[in-house]
């Protein structure tokens, strides 16, 4: 018996269109698998879920603690910012001028890194992290540190 495989369909001398997995029928042809290849950062094989920066406001303070558990550095500087803005998959994390500080910090790639999988992991889409400053508007408070305080 002389059996023989093609793309995902196996094939013996008496029978020459043996499916391997039933599901995949449909005829057309497939593209290979990548293996050992990653998408390229900013990229998922499945299209991103719509996420919103009230969504992502709304885990911020424990997406903090829960990084603050292994660094607790990385729950300070977070804990200074707050998110702005989402800009596709790119999340921009506002800091008052007193904080200049703490956003130079989660511009460095070691603080920067780990911020952005754990967010990528809490709301299943890989995001980005920048920052910017942010001068305080009219009616905002801050504490005794400069922080600026949010609603009651």
């Known amino acids: 018996m002389n059996i023989t495989a093609q793309g995902t369909h196996v094939a013996a001398e008496t029978d020459l269109n043996l499916p391997l997995f039933p599901e995949e029928t449909s005829?057309?042809?497939?593209?290979?698998p990548m293996f050992g290849r990653r998408h390229p950062r900013g990229t998922s094989a499945s299209p991103p879920i719509p996420l919103s920066l009230a969504q992502v406001s709304a885990?911020?303070?424990?997406?903090?603690?829960?990084?603050g558990r292994h660094r607790p550095v990385l729950a300070l500087i977070l804990a200074a910012g707050l998110p702005v803005r989402l800009v596709e998959q790119t999340l921009i994390v506002g800091f008052s001028p007193h904080r200049?500080?703490?956003?130079?910090?989660?511009?460095?790639?070691?603080?920067?890194?780990?911020?952005?999988?754990?967010?990528?992991?809490?709301?299943g889409?890989?995001?980005?992290?920048?920052?910017?400053?942010?001068?305080?508007?009219?009616?905002?408070?801050?504490?005794?540190?400069?922080?600026?305080?949010?609603?009651?």
């Open 100 to 123: 200049r500080f703490q956003r130079e910090l989660l511009e460095v790639p070691d603080y920067r890194v780990p911020v952005e999988e754990e967010l990528s992991r809490t709301f």
């Open 59 to 67: 885990k911020w303070t424990r997406v903090a603690r829960r990084l």
């Open 27 to 32: 005829g057309q042809p497939t593209s290979p």
């Open 125 to 152: 889409v890989p995001l980005a992290v920048t920052t910017v400053l942010q001068p305080m508007r009219s009616g905002q408070r801050r504490d005794h540190e400069g922080t600026i305080l949010r609603g009651r």
